[in-house]
């Protein structure tokens, strides 16, 4: 997928609903204006999109681009629940975008999804005031979601409650004095299981990840221009200053003054 277009999307939302069918629903033919994002969290349903023909079920993420045709009938026996977005993707340029989807994909029911769905489709409805600006950025946490499970194959953090809140923690707690022990200690875990579960869930070992943490801290106050290397190894957490350097040099590839932007 293009950096570019993953890094500025802006969706145009037209339409949302839950559509909890009965075993007589059916959908007349209509052309689409927009993306259509259907996500299948019960019972099954038959599309015809531009004369072909999709089955879906429970797991499925059906992805329709503008000016197709669908029409669809659900089962009698397994009536569908989905929920459906219609909306239109820019750029910062405002030039139309498309999702990087195939037309049905099984991402597989998520809980997480489910709740942003149910929080977006509920804001859609509520119209509270600033609600187009909460059910873009709850689009786009979908959106990302979808990416992480189809394209990019990975995870977001959302396996273990426990390993969760210790992601939480380190992300606030990253200059502080933090040991694989301590963490295990806060969520009631015996420190060989930690070290095994969070290695499982995160694919990396807790030493590593809190100094991948630190250094992608050490390089973003870097970048700013407004700290010393020192004064920053020293803000992230690092004792010593030449092990700072070591350790950043072997993640990113470049010294830490490399960071700093050019002086003018």
Same mark, same amino acid.
């Given at each position: 997928?293009?950096?570019?277009?993953?890094?500025?999307?802006?969706?145009?939302?037209?339409?949302?609903?839950?559509?909890?069918?009965?075993?007589?629903?059916?959908?007349?033919?209509?052309?689409?204006?927009?993306?259509?994002?259907?996500?299948?969290?019960?019972?099954?349903?038959?599309?015809?999109?531009?004369?072909?023909?999709?089955?879906?079920?429970?797991?499925?993420?059906?992805?329709?681009?503008?000016?197709?045709?669908?029409?669809?009938?659900?089962?009698?026996?397994?009536?569908?629940?989905?929920?459906?977005?219609?909306?239109?993707?820019?750029?910062?340029?405002?030039?139309?975008? !498309?999702?990087?989807?195939? %037309? =049905?994909? $099984?991402?597989?029911?998520?809980?997480?999804?489910?709740?942003? &769905?149910?929080? @977006?489709?509920?804001?859609?409805?509520?119209?509270?005031?600033?609600?187009?600006?909460?059910?873009?950025?709850?689009?786009?946490?979908?959106?990302?979601?979808?990416?992480?499970?189809?394209?990019?194959?990975?995870?977001?953090?959302?396996?273990?409650?426990?390993?969760?809140?210790?992601?939480?923690?380190?992300?606030?707690?990253? !200059?502080?004095?933090?040991? %694989? =022990?301590? $963490?295990?200690?806060?969520?009631?875990?015996?420190?060989?299981? &930690?070290?095994? @579960?969070?290695?499982?869930?995160?694919?990396?070992?807790?030493?590593?990840?809190?100094?991948?943490?630190?250094?992608?801290?050490?390089?973003?106050?870097?970048?700013?221009?407004?700290?010393?290397?020192?004064?920053?190894?020293?803000?992230?957490?690092?004792?010593?200053?030449?092990?700072?350097?070591?350790?950043?040099?072997?993640?990113?590839?470049?010294?830490?003054?490399?960071?700093?932007?050019?002086?003018?």
């Amino acid at each position: 997928m293009d950096e570019t277009i993953e890094n500025y999307m802006i969706p145009e939302i037209r339409f949302i609903i839950f559509r909890k069918c009965t075993p007589s629903w059916e959908m007349v033919e209509n052309t689409l204006e927009g993306i259509n994002l259907s996500y299948f969290v019960q019972g099954e349903a038959h599309y015809i999109v531009d004369n072909k023909t999709i089955d879906v079920a429970e797991g499925n993420l059906l992805v329709l681009p503008p000016g197709c045709t669908r029409k669809a009938v659900t089962s009698h026996k397994k009536p569908m629940h989905c929920f459906s977005v219609d909306f239109i993707l820019k750029n910062s340029r405002n030039q139309l975008l !498309s999702l990087p989807f195939p %037309a =049905k994909s $099984m991402p597989g029911r998520h809980e997480d999804i489910i709740h942003l &769905f149910n929080e @977006l489709t509920f804001s859609w409805i509520d119209k509270q005031p600033g609600y187009i600006i909460k059910c873009n950025g709850l689009l786009l946490q979908i959106i990302h979601r979808f990416l992480e499970l189809i394209i990019y194959k990975a995870e977001s953090y959302t396996g273990d409650t426990r390993i969760t809140r210790v992601i939480r923690h380190i992300g606030s707690h990253y !200059s502080e004095h933090v040991t %694989a =022990k301590m $963490m295990a200690d806060m969520v009631g875990l015996h420190p060989t299981y &930690f070290g095994a @579960l969070f290695n499982q869930t995160i694919g990396m070992s807790f030493n590593r990840y809190l100094i991948q943490t630190r250094v992608k801290n050490a390089e973003n106050l870097l970048s700013s221009g407004e700290y010393r290397v020192g004064d920053v190894a020293e803000i992230c957490g690092f004792t010593d200053i030449s092990h700072f350097y070591k350790l950043f040099k072997l993640l990113k590839g470049f010294p830490p003054s490399y960071s700093l932007p050019p002086k003018s």
